[in-house]
């Protein structure tokens, strides 16, 4: 027990948790903290330009490192600003703890200056959130709220501290005892169901692995785990947008990503498995497209550690509610130890017609001499970097799209993208969390010139800490996804979708005290993108292309996996809405 | 392009199942915003609450015991247990009606206003529904109900024509039958 100050208990308690970085942006309800910072060494805070930079910088750290994000910011504005952030964590399962400054507490409800309800507007967008009212609860909120948001499925946790809060003292100890004692997520699976799962699994004809962010989330590990499960068993694996990295991308047993833009085989094994076994994935609407024509011939197991992800979308036949790990660690056992002999020459028909679909070559496109394609700079930005120690970030639409299928990953945390819910914006604050995570690595963020606009201010945290991230700009001057879904829907009609004044970004980097390079045809890509790379600031690539591209393949809206869209259909593609279709987008 | 099929953005919306009436009862920390966190679920993610009462049980552990009423597929009924579940300050989520019929009453108090003969028929019917008169005045009484909603409902509409003024209704509390515990 030391006595101390609101304020220092907080930075005790990042100090004790091992908080390295705190990203954060100050303001009138958390000056007491703001001191107490100014007076430590202990934890060092990164300024932001904007709180919803800071959340996403606090993500990108996570993902990248596995532990967990931490913000602070101010009452009124500062705590709405991060909503956005806190959102997006929440629908990605990233552990944060974002700390906010409240009025002092015989202001709260009486309209203050730069009061709002933060506790009222987190509450459906956090895990859990507090308002803390007395000092002697400040300690186990601040240790809770890491343990919440880093056990069980992971999630943003925000604590709410009015400033009279902050200034004064109580005894801080670490508390060794939870209070919530209804809280215990469960990390074992049920040994029988695990068994009855091999069962399925050896009795399989054509099975397929379909894992998602949960697998990256419960930690390396489980990616080990899984590679270890996949080798013993031979079977195809495919993965969600969130998934990638757990499962190395230059294995032949992998399948590319599913869903709405996966892969013709990834999609067509799914529609056409027998035994589908879901790890860590939650049947999300970009995967599973219609419903009721979601793989209908096979028998679900589903491994989740939140049994509010089971029989959500999809009836699971099998339902294991444990931590992917632990679970994928008893199935290796009882699989190893039960040796089992699986239906080979099943299986081997399961690879040839799996070898055919691949053969469809789904991500093929028609590369120019004279423009750039997008897909065509991101597979050179991936030669050119594959050697390296590389995370990539990305940001919302399209060009995130060509990300993750041109962008092959081996590693699990190496792929930072807002998946749920969707986030413009998220990927130049999340390259700068990840590159303080890991100061030597090359960060690169592969961008669109409307998403990289929301949040360019970040570029500035960026050279104030030396951060040399690179930002990738694939510039089509579109919104492309909303271009294409306007094509697919609206008759081609571009409503407000294109950008008719776009900044210099070579000039505008050089605002920013950055580095600027454009490149407008295929034959600079190479030379330039080696620039991008030796320079030792950030960059802002504008990689001019093709405006008129479109992200293939593609299940339209709410259509059945085997009812796919190639690249070369791009003709045809408006036939593929109906009218009652519209109404529902 | 098979024009029949409902294509979007989004999956369609799943083929309507039949839909069943639950009661839960939901064992939480009693602690602030608890309640809000619990009705916030079933606003956010459009679930149907017929019923609500909250009230510290167990007052050393800070229990609250909220028993909802809802209706739902099976489907979505699961979801509601899950999410629920998942609540950090929530201990325990029991479907009461699972396994058969809970107990299930109601307490409501009923003002009717009236004179003469009028006062006498509310009088036998409050008789007849074991209803106890717990304010009267020359002109008023005021009745105290218990029993299952439906009767609460029979006695309130038998009561309109007479002169019925306002009801306070405390929503539906509920517990398992026989000898064991939630």
Known sequence: MTDMTGAEMVIQALADQGVEHLFGYPGGAVLPIYDALFQQDKVNHILVRHEQGAVHAAEGYARSTGKVGTVLVTSGPGATNAVTGLTDALCDSIPLVVITGQVPTHLIGNDAFQECDTVGITRPCTKYNYLVKNIADLPRALHEAFHIASSGRPGPVVVDIPKDIQFAKGAYSRPKEFQHRGYRPKVKGDLDKIKEAIDMMAAAKRPLFYTGGGVINSGRAASDLLRELVKLTGFPITSTLMGLGAFPAADRQWLGMLGMHGTWEANWSMHDCDLMIAVGARFDDRITGRLDAFSPGSKKIHIDIDPSSINK??????????????????????????????????????????????????????????????????????????????????????????????YPFQEPNRWMTSGGLGTMGYGLPAAVGVQLAHPNSLVVDIAGEASVLMTMQELSTAVQYDLPIKIFIINNRYMGMVRQWQELLHGGRYSHSYTEALPDFVKLAEAYHAHGIRCEHPGDLDEKIREMLEVKKPVLFDCVVDPAENCFPMIPSGRAHNEMLLGDAATRVEDAITEEGKVLV | MNANTATTHYPAAPAS??????????????????????????????????????????????????????????????????????????????????????????????????????????????????????????????????????????????????????????????????????
């Open chain 1, 313 to 406: 979308n999809v009836k699971a036949d099998l339902a294991i509610v444990g931590d992917c790990a632990h679970v994928l660690e008893d199935m290796v056992r009882l699989w190893r130890a039960s040796a089992i002999v699986p239906d080979k020459k099943a299986l081997q028909a399961w690879w040839e017609q799996i070898g055919t679909w691949r053969a469809k070559n789904s991500l093929a496109f028609r590369n120019s001499n004279e423009i750039i394609k997008p897909q065509y700079a991101i597979q050179r930005l991936y030669e050119q970097t594959k050697n390296r120690d590389t995370y990539i970030t990305t940001e919302v639409g399209q060009h995130q799209m060509w990300a993750a299928q041109f």
């Open chain 2, 17 to 182: 199942q039949g839909v069943e009436t639950r009661t839960l009862c939901v064992l939480v920390d009693n602690e602030p915003g608890v309640l809000a966190r619990v009705i916030g679920l079933f606003s956010g993610r459009g679930y149907n609450i017929d019923s609500l009462t909250v009230s510290e049980t167990e007052h050393e552990k800070h229990l609250s015991r909220i028993t909802i009423v809802t209706r739902g597929t099976p489907m979505v009924i699961e979801q509601i247990k899950n999410q629920l579940d998942r609540q950090v300050p929530v201990h325990r989520v029991v479907d009461l009606t699972s396994g058969g019929p809970a107990l299930q009453r109601e307490l409501a108090m009923v003002k009717v206003r009236g004179k003469g003969e009028q006062r006498m028929e509310m009088l036998r019917l409050a008789d007849a529904f074991r209803a106890r008169v717990i304010d009267a005045t020359n002109e008023s009484f005021v009745f105290e109900i218990t029993g299952a909603s439906d009767k609460i409902d029979s006695f309130t509409n038998l009561m309109l024509p007479l002169g019925l003024v306002e009801v306070s209704r405390t929503g539906v509390v509920a517990i398992s039958r026989g000898p064991e515990g939630m």
